[in-house]
């Protein structure tokens, strides 16, 4: 069967074997021109789609929310960093007495959370602070969630023990029977750089995981040293047969 | 599952036959593929190098689907995952090419086990690191370990036929590079379910990295006691009894550097595999941070990029066989050039999209037509050179790095780019250097846009131009010859049987 192949490449000349060649090339994709207008069609139907579903819902914004809390966060012990699941903060939020009367009227729960400070969301696109509501990740940890009954409330809160190490401050929000915010109140200024307070987050570190890893490691690189050893010997073995 | 291939018809000595389970070639190198057999040599090879691969790939993938805690115990920025990112990736690009020449001196059994069980270390330290120096090292050092990718190739090449060896080596890659996909399952679960039996998130995801690290130790552990290099044996074994004379590295090592096609192939795979490997650490926080999923959510998402590779990889390489089957080598080339030309352009749009459905769904084609893209660029490297194997294959390999590296470096480091522009950019970049594989061409086969050379220059011409004339006096060239007989099949059926 080589030999067949050898005289028949043989027996072609050139030009012969070029124009049978270029002869079944050309119909491989009889339906390339077919096949791209399919694809630049479909293309078509999908960017229409995604233009489309960006139409949709009205997001709630930040900046329609008001000011109408007031609340203060001070860590109680009178300490630089406050040490994840050790040290608390004492919590304080109530209605502003200068606002209008009744514009408490339509909260159901005060929602209270804690919040990056800018120094903490540099290049941490995770941490972003938008505009929408529901895109906004300022504030991920929830610190306590109340039905609202009008009084001034406090609250001792341990800071918990995944809080990574940041700087904070603590923000309320007014939520309406809809689970919408409707009004807000946080511990520092409008530019969140005032009254801040700075955790520091648990290693997560323990020394036995320390330990087990310089066992495994040491167990994987002595269990090569071993086997080549062995195969050393086993080569040795075969030359002398 | 059963391959055939044209090997199998030119008939085989019956010594041959009563040796080996499979149907083998001049070289005793299996011409068909039986996927559920584990038959000493060839499919034990199979196996146990491909489960050794997916195990390193789980490993330095390890920690990206639980970023989105890591970088709150450790207070990474964005500066910090992107440097890690590109580590994890960038080590293994000189490993990759020592890979090769390890390969082609000790044997891929040896040195792949030796990697692996060297990296492993890397992968139990991570639950030490307390800084995002420690973050960087361990996925730098983990990441070293991809270059048994190279091992993995170039045991396949030397273990399956010419016909066959498209699809090994895409099955074999593909199911390895299913890690990269599987572990964004298996880290949050794991992670899970180590907290439910009372760790704190902090602790929980350091004791999850003893699971990677364990499998990795002991893939290697089964490489080393039931794999054999060769069909005939060890290379150990056969350097010392004479059967295999010792090639001059330097001669391996030039001979493989002058040829350029590694260097396109290395470039072109750079933007069919460097593109999954950056998916591979970027897509489970792109969809956690993007849609506002939870960690566990973004996983599967994520997972089913990596998971698309049981079958879009293989897929990949039994496809570029059967255009070889038909139209030879010039099949192999316009089928690879198509399919990665498609998934650039998928994953333009992919960054376009806004929709979580749509994004998902795109995403899933973009994922088949990539890791297709990777098997068929392994369906042309076996026949680049004979001679140097391991040196084209550890180039393009460590292309393929070199790609997910500069991407993670251009587009995905820092907050330069949102992640989705970045996404659409890395499409673009990924035609442009697709294009340089229209210009590959075999004198005795021809390239894309070029017929055979008219000098009629056969595939002994071809391979045997590797050795010089004191060389094969002194018969080192052997196996180029037989590997040039077998490779006949690359001129494709029309030119054999003009007939039809």
């Given at each position: 069967?080589?030999?067949?192949?050898?005289?028949?490449?043989?027996?072609?000349?050139?030009?012969?074997?070029?124009?049978?060649?270029?002869?079944?090339?050309?119909?491989?994709?009889?339906?390339?021109?077919?096949?791209?207008?399919?694809?630049?069609?479909v293309s078509l139907l999908i960017f229409s789609f995604i233009e489309s579903s960006r139409g949709g819902n009205k997001d709630r914004l930040f900046t329609e929310l008001q000011n109408l809390l007031e609340v203060t966060a001070k860590p109680v012990q009178d300490v630089i960093v406050l040490e994840a699941g050790k040290d608390m903060v004492t919590i304080k939020w109530k209605l502003k007495s200068s606002g209008k009367v009744d514009a408490d009227a339509t909260f159901k729960t005060i929602q209270v959370k804690l919040c990056y400070a800018p120094i903490s969301q540099v290049d941490r696109p995770w941490r972003k602070t938008h505009n929408e509501l529901f895109k906004d990740k300022t504030c991920p940890h929830e610190i306590v969630s109340k039905p609202y009954d009008k009084t001034p409330q406090s609250l001792d809160w341990t800071v918990d023990l995944d809080i990574p190490t940041g700087t904070y401050f603590v923000r309320a929000y007014g939520i309406d029977g809809d689970g919408q915010e409707v009004a807000y109140g946080q511990s520092s200024d409008e530019g969140r750089t005032k009254n801040l307070f700075s955790v520091q987050a648990i290693s997560g570190g323990h020394v036995s995981l320390d330990i087990a890893s310089i066992l495994f490691s040491v167990f994987s690189v002595v269990s090569l040293l071993v086997f080549f050893v062995k195969e050393k010997k086993k080569a040795k073995l075969e030359q002398r047969e | 599952?059963?391959?055939?291939?044209?090997?199998?018809?030119?008939?085989?000595?019956?010594?041959?036959?009563?040796?080996?389970?499979?149907?083998?070639?001049?070289?005793?190198?299996?011409?068909?593929?039986?996927?559920?057999?584990?038959?000493?040599?060839?499919?034990?090879?199979?196996?146990?190098?491909?489960?050794?691969?997916?195990?390193?790939?789980?490993?330095?993938?390890?920690?990206?689907?639980?970023?989105?805690?890591?970088?709150?115990?450790?207070?990474?920025?964005?500066?910090?995952?992107?440097?890690?990112?590109?580590?994890?990736?960038?080590?293994?690009?000189?490993?990759?090419?020592?890979?090769?020449?390890?390969?082609?001196l000790f044997g891929p059994r040896l040195a792949s086990a030796a990697l692996t069980l060297s990296t492993a270390p890397a992968v139990y330290f991570t639950a030490g690191i307390k800084s995002p120096i420690g973050f960087i090292m361990v996925r730098f050092f983990a990441g070293f370990s991809l270059a048994t990718f190279v091992s993995t190739q170039f045991w396949m090449s030397s273990m399956f036929s010419g016909p066959v060896v498209g699809s090994a080596n895409g099955i074999a890659a593909g199911w390895g590079n299913l890690g990269g996909g599987a572990t964004q399952l298996i880290m949050p679960i794991v992670f899970s379910l180590i907290r439910r039996m009372g760790a704190t998130k902090f602790t929980a995801w350091r004791i999850a990295f003893f699971i990677p690290g364990l499998f990795q130790t002991l893939s290697a552990f089964a490489v080393l006691l039931f794999g054999q290099d060769l069909p005939d044996g060890d290379y150990w074994a056969m350097h010392k009894s004479g059967e295999r004379e010792k090639d001059d590295v330097g001669k391996v090592i030039s001979n493989g550097i002058s040829n350029y096609r590694g260097w396109i192939t290395a470039l072109a795979y750079g933007y069919c595999f460097g593109v999954e490997l950056t998916i591979d650490n970027i897509i489970a926080e792109y969809f956690f941070d993007r849609f506002h999923l939870n960690l566990q959510t973004a996983g599967i998402i994520a997972a089913s990029f990596g998971l698309a590779n049981f079958f879009a990889r293989p897929g990949g390489g039994i496809f570029s066989d059967l255009m070889a089957r038909r139209f030879g080598m010039r099949g192999r080339l316009w089928a690879w050039w198509i399919v990665q030309t498609l998934g650039g352009v998928l994953c333009a749009f992919l960054g376009q999209i806004h929709s979580l459905t749509w994004s998902i769904v795109v995403m899933l084609i973009f994922s088949v037509f990539v890791q297709a893209a990777c098997g068929l660029t392994f369906g042309v490297v076996p026949f680049i050179s004979r001679r140097s194997l391991g040196v084209i294959s550890g180039m393009t390999g460590a292309g393929g790095n070199v790609g997910a590296v500069l991407t993670q470096l251009i587009f995905f480091k820092g907050s330069t780019y949102s992640r989705e522009t970045g996404i659409t950019l890395m499409g673009i970049m990924s035609i442009a250097c697709s294009l340089p594989i229209c210009f590959i061409y075999f004198p005795q086969w021809g390239g894309m846009f070029c017929g055979p050379s008219s000098k009629k220059v056969t595939e002994e011409d071809y391979y045997l131009a590797e050795w010089s004339s004191k060389e094969k006096a002194k018969n080192l060239h052997l196996a180029s010859q037989k590997f040039a007989e077998t490779s006949v099949s690359e001129r494709g059926r029309a030119s054999t049987h003009p007939q039809t």
């Open positions: 069967m080589m030999a067949k192949d050898h005289t028949l490449y043989q027996d072609l000349t050139c030009t012969q074997f070029f124009h049978q060649k270029s002869i079944f090339l050309l119909p491989k994709f009889p339906n390339s021109t077919m096949t791209i207008h399919t694809l630049l069609f | 599952m059963e391959v055939e291939g044209k090997g199998g018809e030119a008939g085989t000595t019956t010594t041959a036959t009563r040796r080996f389970a499979l149907p083998v070639d001049a070289e005793n190198k299996s011409t068909t593929f039986r996927l559920f057999s584990v038959a000493k040599p060839h499919m034990r090879a199979f196996h146990l190098s491909w489960f050794q691969f997916f195990c390193c790939f789980v490993s330095t993938f390890a920690a990206p689907p639980l970023l989105p805690i890591i970088r709150e115990n450790l207070n990474l920025t964005a500066t910090d995952i992107g440097n890690a990112g590109i580590a994890s990736v960038s080590g293994s690009v000189f490993a990759r090419i020592v890979m090769g020449t390890a390969c082609d």
